[in-house]
């Protein structure tokens, strides 16, 4: 049978207090939602159905990307009833597995314990919290098989004691589905249609349900309120750590650093506290990150430094660099080997060729920076003329006095030696020095005005 997976996403979460749908709000930098649809697409479906209803052309428009079939769920009336307005798209002959858009952390390969288990009949995850709260109660018979699935409100005192929960995963057959979908009503505190009634109905036919129980609880953990949402933001970057320590890279303290995309490290990487990596990072061979760094779309190649406090958006850094402290790599920033661009340096849409240094104070944007250049500190490059951006272009072997500003367009040729203070609105010479400031002059008996008094 082909896989087709259903994800119920339409709840609004109330007690979240926000205009935001519960789905979209963020762990890890991303929606809850599209931690589920990453799981659900390891499994390789051939087909993920997402029930979306409240904010539904806002979810919608989170996720452009094709392949998604959308179902709406005009009024919320019970996972069961959800997952009635997704069946004329289900398959007759499909093996079912229900996710839910707000449990983010279910792993691919406990689901594929769960679609195993689907084979017998129904197959249900389970899983033993701390603290079971308002979860669903999982009930046995006196042999241990599953007998029913309890919600909290209709729970007998009992019942409530019962420490394995329902996590509100199902995989089945739609053969077994469609037919037990009919069969169930709202007569309940709720009046809502469950989901979970589906293991009363098995069991009154004789249909094997099988529970799985998840090997860490808080795959099971929903969000309902945002101190919920910030307890998985913290399993979930736990969880990051220990895969980075695994891996071999040295963390000085695993509770503090957040991977909010995908993090790659090569060989003997350090990171020091406090850093944020987002997007997609590669960290070769023996680089090590400072404090209070943060990383975005960024490539570094091996043995780089980057020091405290500097911050990288959408650059690539080559081999042998030492960035910062408090550095800024602007989108567009490319690093040769062996160059230094050291404290309070903005380089915007720039490439710096091999041997370069900006050591500190300047900045540099849309420009073309041979190999061997000193940016002298205070430095800037005026790109923008008011209407558009303009390019400098500054050849191998230069050296830019303290205090330059270079008005583009602009060319600095090869072996040019720039006077400190100096405005640069010409190309020059190359192999020259180049001084373009006005003359000092000291004024003989100058006073200054006296205030008035008053």
């Not at 779309?297 to 958006?313: G, P």
Request: aromatic share 4%; with cysteine; glycine share 10%.
């Amino acid at each position: 049978m082909a896989l087709e997976i259903l994800i119920l996403a339409a709840g609004q979460g109330k007690r979240m207090r926000s205009s935001l749908p519960k789905v979209l709000h963020p762990l890890a930098g991303r929606a809850l939602l599209a931690h589920v649809l990453d799981t659900a697409r390891a499994l390789k479906p051939a087909k993920v159905i997402v029930v979306h209803g409240h904010g539904a052309e806002q979810v919608k428009q989170a996720f452009p990307e094709g392949g998604l079939h959308w179902v709406l769920q005009a009024e919320q009336l019970g996972t069961a009833h959800a997952v009635m307005q997704a069946m004329p798209q289900v398959s007759a002959d499909a093996e079912v597995l229900v996710l839910y858009g707000d449990v983010p952390l279910v792993r691919a390969a406990t689901l594929e314990r769960l679609l195993e288990a689907a084979r017998e009949g129904l197959a249900v995850l389970t899983a033993e919290p701390s603290d079971p709260a308002a979860y669903g109660r999982i009930v046995r018979d006196g042999t241990g098989r599953v007998k029913r699935i309890v919600e909290l409100r209709d729970a007998s005192p009992a019942e409530r004691a019962i420490r394995e929960i329902n996590a509100g995963f199902y995989a089945l057959a739609a053969r077994r589905l469609a037919p037990w979908l009919k069969k169930i009503d709202n007569r309940n505190a709720q009046k809502e249609y469950y989901l979970t009634d589906l293991v009363g109905l098995a069991v009154g036919e004789g249909t094997p349900v099988v529970a799985v129980k998840a090997e860490h609880a808080w795959e099971a953990a929903g969000v309902n309120s945002k101190a919920e949402l910030a307890r998985l933001e913290r399993q979930y970057q736990a969880n990051a750590a220990e895969k980075l320590l695994e891996a071999g890279v040295t963390l000085a303290d695993p509770a503090r650093i957040d991977v909010r995309g995908e993090l790659e490290c090569g060989r003997d990487v350090s990171i020091d506290v406090n850093c944020v990596f987002e997007g997609r990072v590669t960290l070769g061979d023996g680089v090590s990150v400072g404090p209070n760094c943060v990383l975005r779309n960024t490539q570094v190649r091996k043995e780089t430094q980057l020091l405290a406090f500097s911050h990288l958006d959408d650059a690539e850094v080559g081999e042998r660099c030492r960035i910062g402290p408090y550095a800024r790599l602007r989108p567009g920033a490319q690093l040769a080997e062996d160059v230094h661009v050291g404290n309070f340096v903005e380089v915007k849409a720039s490439r710096l060729g091999a041997g370069s240094k900006a050591n500190h104070l300047a900045y540099i944007g849309d420009s073309e920076i041979g190999a061997r250049v000193n940016y002298g500190a205070g430095s800037i490059t005026c790109n923008y003329d008011g209407a558009s951006k303009n390019r400098t272009v500054i050849e191998d072997d230069c050296f830019i006095g303290s205090d330059t500003t270079l008005v583009a367009p602009v060319r600095v040729a090869r072996g040019s030696y720039i006077g400190a203070g100096s405005t640069i609105s010409k190309d020059t010479p190359a192999g020259q020095l180049t001084v373009a400031r006005a003359r000092q002059v000291s004024v003989p008996g100058w006073k200054p005005k006296k205030k008035e008094k008053g």
